[in-house]
T-cell receptor
Framework: DTEVTQTPKHLVMGMTNKKSLKCEQH?????MYWYKQKAKKPPELMFV???????INESVPSRFSPECPNSSLLNLHLHALQPEDSALYLC??????????????FGPGTRLTVL | QQPVQSPQAVILREGEDAVINCSSS?????VHWYRQKHGEAPVFLMI?????EQKGHEKISASFNEKKQQSSLYLTASQLSYSGTYFC????????????FGKGTHLIIQP
């Protein structure tokens, strides 16, 4: 089973709202990622969690707040977003082999619209 | 630094072959290839590690030239299902660093 699930599929929010995106995997992977993808653009890395600890933050604005409560779950908390934050938010996970590399499996994404 | 993909777009007839290139100005640890269809998540195709190996998956294969820091994806006897946008994702170091993706190659297969 190589499934990464994300909820919700679609989200519409106002600029003053607070919402959260959820990502889950049960493959025993210890690395999890958030990517942002604008229309007709490639995915852009936002955050990386390694063994439930934030290891990479690609200078993402503080209105995006990641959280990794356990090894299977990854959240992205959203607050005071701007219309330009509208995008497809993709979660991915990989085994995390130190000194090596592993396949990143992507979830279906959450399509976010900020009004 | 973002890898450079070429061509930007390709239109083929079913059964024709295609090559998509991905090059980097930095020394790469690995190259990951994905295909993404409209409105869907990227789907993993294959990984190539430094060492210049070549991998294959049905009629899709890829190579990695470490000297040139260039990877190529070969699509043989293309099928309608191959349509989509192909991205290469690169890693500079091993481990869980996340991928830096090229701008993508849009592939259209016509019957």
């Amino acid at each position: 089973d190589t499934e990464v699930t994300q909820t919700p599929k679609h989200l519409v929010m106002g600029m003053t709202n607070k919402k959260s995106l959820k990502c889950e995997q049960h493959m025993g992977h210890r690395a999890m990622y958030w990517y942002k993808q604008k229309a007709k653009k490639p995915p852009e890395l936002m955050f990386v969690y390694s063994y439930e600890k934030l290891s990479i933050n690609e200078s993402v604005p503080s209105r995006f707040s990641p959280e990794c409560p356990n090894s299977s779950l990854l959240n992205l908390h959203l607050h005071a977003l701007q219309p330009e934050d509208s995008a497809l938010y993709l979660c991915a996970s990989s085994r995390h082999a130190t000194g090596s590399t592993d396949t990143q499996y992507f979830g279906p994404g959450t399509r976010l619209t900020v009004l | 630094q973002q890898p450079v993909q070429s061509p930007q777009a390709v239109i083929l007839r079913e059964g024709e072959d295609a090559v998509i290139n991905c090059s980097s100005s930095k020394a790469l640890y690995s190259v990951h290839w994905y295909r993404q269809k409209h409105g869907e998540a990227p789907v993993f195709l294959m990984i190539l590690l430094k060492g210049g190996e070549q991998k294959g998956h049905e009629k899709i294969s890829a190579s990695f030239n470490e000297k040139k820091q260039q990877s190529s994806l070969y699509l043989t006897a293309s099928q309608l299902s191959y349509s989509g946008t192909y991205f290469c994702g690169t890693e500079i170091g091993g481990g869980a660093d996340g991928l830096t993706f090229g701008k993508g190659t849009h592939l259209i297969i016509q019957p």
